[in-house]
């Protein structure tokens, strides 16, 4: 599923979504997502998230995919390798979810991002280099995800 929806993401910067391959993909996307939402883990469901959302994709497979992630983040803002709440939080898949869809405006509105972007500001210095890379990263995606909030919703003007 992972490699079906990269591939996808790869075909829609290349501008080859016309293409059949593209749709074939798309289907094995759509017919991949589970009861729950996503697509087995956190990391494969972000992929498939993403890949849904190229060239403004939009549909009930997507909207449900973006509400299991927001389903699964914990309460300090991380979401766990596997897709059960009460795990542990991983910095590297919270990372990768960030790298992915922080400059989603859905998803951003969906997910407690700024509890991920407060969780990571507050333990950069502990993060691996592998982890911190993307992290660097994503926090410049996200930085576009959260201005893209506030453009749908502007400060009042007095």
């Known amino acids: 599923m992972a490699v079906a929806a990269m591939t996808l ?4 910067e290349l501008g080859q979504s016309f293409t059949p391959f593209y749709r074939s993909l ?14 087995g883990d956190p990391m494969t469901t972000a992929l498939c998230v993403r890949a849904l959302a190229c060239g403004n994709g939009q549909g009930v497979a997507l909207h449900c995919g973006i509400e299991h992630l927001a389903a699964l983040q914990r309460p300090d803002g991380l979401w766990s390798r596997i897709a059960f709440r009460r795990m542990p939080g991983d910095a590297y898949v919270s990372a990768f979810i960030l790298f992915h869809l922080g400059c989603d405006r859905r998803f951003a509105a969906a997910v407690r ?44 003007v007095n």
Not at 9 to 12: K, N
Not at 26 to 39: F, I, K, M, N, S
Not at 117 to 144: G, V
């Open 113 to 156: 991002l700024l509890d991920a972007l407060a969780w990571f500001l507050a333990h950069e210095s502990e993060l691996d280099a592998e982890t911190a890379h993307l992290w660097r990263a994503a926090r410049a995606r996200c930085a576009l995800g959260i201005s893209l909030l506030d453009a749908d919703h502007p400060p009042a």
């Open 26 to 39: 798309l289907r094995e996307v759509l017919t991949g997502q589970e009861a729950d939402g996503g697509w």
């Open 9 to 12: 993401i790869r075909l829609d």
